[in-house]
């Protein structure tokens, strides 16, 4: 009878974990501290703090013509936030065109960017080149230009030559925008309707612009408060039309009134609104 001996050697446990402290815990990895968010806030911060000084001198009871000092909280700026008619007209005029503007630059950037971001065509580089161009181009450039065009055209600066200025340098900005969402988009959505029966109208209307319409939103507020801000580029093609930045200006020599804070806080609580909207809206989409 064989008798046969295990001769390998017993395995040897593994070494106890090392002690911190003689609690017999291991050491916990070190916090990270994120600089990158608190530098976020920060700017956010820097970048809100007029805004609310605004506001808050929106509710400022000055004694005299300049509302530079705290002297007292009050409503009736509020309540009489329509006293000055040339005020009323600045800030007409100045809605009217960024609504104009939302609109015409929204649809020609929106295809725009949907022919830069799908399709490859002559000249699209130099479109390419001529967008970024107009972005980039210093707008006393851009105001002088325009107004040299129109008086080449012998077209009367007003209005409408406004209207036109504004559509021509946020168009560029609208296409960006719209543009890095069509390249995102999957093709495969796009072939899934055509193979349902959908032509290309409605893989289109159901399809791409649904995908579409966030960055199409976006690029129309941006193009809103784009041009309901601009003053140097206004100053050059606007005629004898005034707009709410210009009436600013012009009344800085005098005093600013109090409703102009307060047409600037309504103004602002208009955006957020629709921007917030815009954000909902998105979210609900994804």
């Excluded at 090392?18 to 990895?29: I, N």
């Excluded at 009871?61 to 007292?72: E, F, L, S, V």
């Excluded at 100053?235 to 009436?247: C, N």
């Amino acid at each position: 009878m064989s008798v046969h001996l295990d001769t390998a050697a017993p395995s040897t446990p593994p070494p106890p974990p090392a002690r911190v402290g003689g609690t017999g815990r291991s050491p916990s990895p070190r916090r990270r501290i994120d600089w990158g968010r608190y530098y976020t806030w920060l700017v956010l911060a820097w970048l809100f703090t007029p805004i609310l000084f605004m506001v808050a001198f929106s509710f400022n009871d000055p004694a005299g013509k300049h509302n530079i000092t705290w002297q007292g909280f009050t409503l009736k700026w509020y309540a009489n936030a329509f006293a000055h008619p040339t005020l009323n007209e600045a800030m007409f005029n100045s809605v009217s065109i960024a609504l104009l503007t939302m609109v015409i630059a929204g649809a020609i950037g929106s295809l725009l960017g949907l022919a830069l971001g799908r399709f490859s065509f002559r000249g699209k580089q130099l479109t390419n080149l001529v967008m970024f161009s107009a972005i980039s181009a210093p707008e006393v450039v851009l105001g002088a230009a325009l107004l040299s065009t129109f008086l080449m055209m012998n077209v009367t600066t007003g209005y409408w030559t406004t209207v036109v200025s504004h559509v021509m340098f946020c168009v560029s900005f609208v296409a960006i925008t719209v543009r890095a969402r069509v390249i995102t988009l999957d093709p495969a959505l796009e072939e899934a309707a055509r193979d349902l029966g959908a032509g290309s109208f409605t893989t289109f209307r159901l399809v791409t612009l649904p995908m579409l319409f966030p960055a199409i939103m976006a690029g129309g507020l941006l193009a809103f408060a784009l041009s309901i801000d601009d003053y140097i580029i206004t100053t050059f093609v606007s005629g004898e039309v005034t707009t709410f930045p210009l009436w600013v200006w012009g009344s800085t020599r005098v005093g600013i009134p109090p409703q102009v804070n307060v047409m600037g806080t309504l103004l602002f609580g208009v955006g957020l609104i629709m921007a917030v909207v815009n954000i909902v809206m998105a979210h609900r989409r994804r």
